[in-house]
Every structure is written in C-alpha cells, then in structure tokens.
C-alpha cells in the first residue's frame, strides 16, 4: 500500500500534478483550445473564507492567471469583501454580550464569534472592544499563551478525532464532541442525557453524511467508542488501522453551566437524587447548553489561527477538500501511508497527553452494560428516556426554553413546582 502514495511532507510540500482533474471544458467552435469550466462561485467563497487566489487555483487543478481570466470575464470581483459598518458603541455592546456569555475568550474567538454573525471587522478593532468591556480577562490571557507543534497529517478528513466531555454528568448531561485533524474544524458538538455507543455512533454517521467518511479516527478507550470503532473497521478493513485508540484531552467551554448547577446545589434548590429535579434540569437546560456549544463551535470554526497563516479551520477545511475533489480522492481516500498512520504521535498535537508508551499492544475491549438501572451504576447515564419522556409530558406546553433573563435558574424552579404539584407533592 505505501508505494501507492507519496510520503506525507513530500505530499504537502509537492502536492501530485493536477493531471487527473477532472474540470470539462467549454467547446465554442472557435479557433484556439477551450476554455475550462470552474466552479467560480465557490473559487470566490473560498477566497472570502480566508485562502489566496494561488492557493485556490493550485486546488482547483488550474494556473492562477485562468482563475483570474475567467473571474473577469465572468465579472466576479477579485478584491477582499469590505468590512462591516458599525459603530464602536454598536461593537462594544454585542463583544459585551460575547464575553458575558463565554467568559475569558480571547479577540481571535470573539472574531469568530463575530463573523459567525456576519460581522467581518479588522483585528485590531475586536481587540480595542474587548479592552475595553473587559480588560481584566485580557491581561489574565496573555501570561497563559502557549505555544504548539505543527500538526501534520494529509488532509481534511485524513484523521477525525472524537472524544467526550464529561465535566456536566454529575448533573446529566453528556458533550460529544468531532473535530477533524487536519483544519481543525468542529464536525460537531452535541449534548445528550447520555454516552451510550449507539449515540457516539449515530452522531458519528450523522456527520459523515453531511462531510464524507474520514479516513481515521482517534479515540479513547471509553465503551462508548466501540461502535464507531466496528463501523470504521468495517468500512475500511482491518489492515488499514482505521480506528486509533489513546488517552484523551478536554478543552472545557462549559464552565458557565457547572458555576449554575453548582448555585442551585448550594442553595438547595437542586438534588441530583430526586428524579423530579435532574429531569427538570435536563429538560430545561440541554436546550441552551446546545445552543451554547453550536455558538461555540461556529466561532472557533470561523476564527483564525496564528498557527495558519491566520486561516480559519473552514478555509482550511473548505481549500483541501476541493483540491481532493479536483484530483479525484475526496470520496474513498485512504488519507495517509499505513506507515505514517502507525506512528504512535500520528495525529497529536504538543499539548496533547501522549499516547501509551507500545500502541500496538492489545487493548481488552469491554462492552456496556445494558438495562437502565445498569447503565446509571456504569455511569453511562444519570436520567433514563422513560422518565425524561414522562417529565415532559406531566410539564405539558411549560416553555422550557424561555429566556428569564437569570440563565434559566427561574424556568427550572418553576417546571420543578410544577411538576411536584402535579405529582401531588409538596415543593
């Protein structure tokens, strides 16, 4: 298989000659060869995206001054989209609010929060905002700036690594998390009521039908892997190591729900041992902490990286996925040489926990246990469907989302009063 495909820096550094792209061309019956037919309006969102016409014509199989003949000729401007018109007042009341809700962010994040909402603004002017609304965090930023290893491996969809954050289980709440290795890019983030495989595994198949199958996956030695385990075996074969199991790390954005869960546990107004309050607080909570890792994860996909030459993960992610379109391996790629992938810092990155020390030694794998009072004991979950399902109907059309203005601690009282009464106890 190695000899099948070029080595991973000289494939970077020397990328296969776009030979096999495969773009028609327009026949007009006229003197000279014709002209090819490219996929302009993507060339152009790409450009917007954050990568340069070189990049993007090396991509698209052609020589940049075609790229830029036939933008003309077909009146596409090349020039960068102008920034957004908004006043410092303006900007400083939305970056307020960005920082209220994910405290101690940096100005690269809230940029990406900004363009998420498409608010395309300078750096400097995102950085004078957050100054000044919050100037403390900004200082406590810079003394923990650190500095990573280039990560390398072929491509998008070269290597996905997914894992599971577990700092909101003690309240219920399960964070499921994909990104892909190459651009970093979030493939998803997903709070469920638990870690059970088959929820891994349909999260997992819900994303390849949107972004394609990756060619590998990392992963940690949880049950809750195996399933996606047996599916990527499964598509792949069992020689191709499609599957890579190693200890895990946490980037932890739900601090802001622990602090919450942690008031209503010392106020006494939450405990996790009455069914009546843990299914009133997944019923009224998983909403906004959804809603709170999609805003987080459509900022950092749109933030850009030092790292990168200042290109977002969705630029990155967006330029190789159509270069490997254009040379014919975007679907069935088997990403990189066996070797390279059998390399035990294969997809780590510095401040990632290394993986053990002999990677090939067998691993027992375990399965979960089955049965509702089982999985609560294994920890696979805190409230099972059968009570989630009859809290909800005993709250009827109670709006569990609404905004009370105090982050849902209101909403959650009064579905738990609710919900007391109707069961004929008392609050």
Same mark, same amino acid.
């Given at each position: 298989m190695s000899t099948n495909f070029f080595p991973l820096d000289d494939f970077i550094t020397n990328p296969p000659p776009p030979a096999s792209a495969s773009h028609s061309r327009l026949r007009t019956g006229r003197p000279g060869r014709? @002209?090819?037919v490219l996929d302009l309006p993507r060339a152009r969102l790409l450009y917007d995206l954050g990568n340069s016409y070189e990049q993007i014509a090396q991509a698209l199989g052609v020589? &940049?001054?075609? $790229?830029?003949?036939?933008?003309?000729?077909?009146?596409?401007?090349?020039?960068?989209?102008?920034?957004?018109?908004?006043?410092?007042?303006?900007?400083?009341?939305?970056? @307020?609010?960005?920082? $209220?809700?994910?405290?101690?962010?940096?100005?690269?994040?809230? @940029?990406?929060?900004l363009e998420s909402r498409g608010i395309h603004l300078p750096r400097l002017r995102v950085q004078d905002s957050l100054r000044r609304v919050d100037e403390i965090g900004v200082l406590v930023r810079w003394a923990g700036i650190i500095k990573r290893r280039v990560y390398k491996v072929r491509g998008s969809n070269a290597l996905w690594h997914h894992d599971g954050n577990e700092k909101l289980r003690p309240w219920g709440f399960y964070v499921h998390g994909c990104v892909d290795g190459h651009s970093r890019l979030i493939i998803y983030l997903a709070c469920c009521s638990n870690k059970r495989k088959m929820t891994v595994a349909n999260l997992f198949q819900a994303?390849?039908?949107?972004?394609?199958?990756?060619?590998?996956?990392?992963?940690?030695?949880?049950?809750?892997?195996?399933?996606?385990? &047996?599916?990527?075996?499964?598509?792949?074969?069992?020689?191709?190591?499609?599957?890579?199991?190693g200890r895990s790390r946490h980037n932890d954005a739900l601090e802001t729900f622990r602090q919450i869960f942690d008031y209503l546990e010392k106020n006494d107004l939450l405990d996790m041992e009455n069914p009546i309050h843990s299914t009133c607080l997944f019923l009224v909570f998983q909403r906004r902490i959804q809603a709170a890792l999609d805003r987080a994860r459509d900022a950092w996909n749109h933030h850009r990286m030092r790292t990168q030459h200042d290109k977002t993960p969705i630029a990155i992610?967006?330029?190789?996925?159509?270069?490997?379109?254009?040379?014919?391996?975007?679907?069935?790629?088997?990403?990189?040489?066996?070797?390279?992938? @059998?390399d035990p810092l294969y997809g780590f990155d510095g401040d990632a926990t290394l993986p053990p020390a002999n990677p090939d030694e067998p691993v027992e794998r375990t399965e979960q246990p089955t049965g509702t009072?089982?999985?609560?004991?294994?920890?696979?979950?805190?409230?099972?469907?059968?009570?989630?399902?009859?809290?909800?109907? $005993?709250?009827?059309?109670?709006?569990?989302?609404?905004?009370?203005?105090?982050?849902?601690?209101?909403?959650?009282?009064?579905?738990?009063?609710?919900?007391?009464?109707? $069961?004929?106890?008392?609050?």
């Open positions: 014709p @002209s090819y020589d &940049r001054k075609t $790229l830029y003949r036939q933008l003309e000729k077909a009146g596409i401007p090349r020039a960068r989209r102008s920034f957004t018109a908004i006043s410092d007042e303006a900007l400083d009341e939305v970056v @307020s609010e960005i920082s $209220l809700a994910h405290p101690f962010i940096g100005s690269v994040i809230v @940029s990406g929060h994303a390849v039908a949107v972004f394609g199958w990756p060619s590998r996956m990392r992963g940690d030695f949880g049950t809750e892997n195996n399933e996606v385990e &047996r599916l990527m075996i499964l598509y792949w074969g069992i020689l191709h190591r499609a599957y890579l199991r992610y967006e330029l190789s996925r159509t270069a490997a379109i254009t040379r014919g391996y975007w679907t069935g790629d088997p990403g990189d040489d066996l070797n390279i992938a @059998s009072e089982a999985e609560r004991a294994g920890g696979i979950l805190v409230n099972g469907d059968e009570d989630l399902t009859a809290a909800a109907e $005993l709250l009827g059309d109670f709006d569990c989302d609404r905004d009370d203005g105090n982050w849902g601690i209101e909403v959650y009282c009064e579905a738990v009063i609710i919900m007391t009464s109707k $069961l004929g106890f008392s609050a």
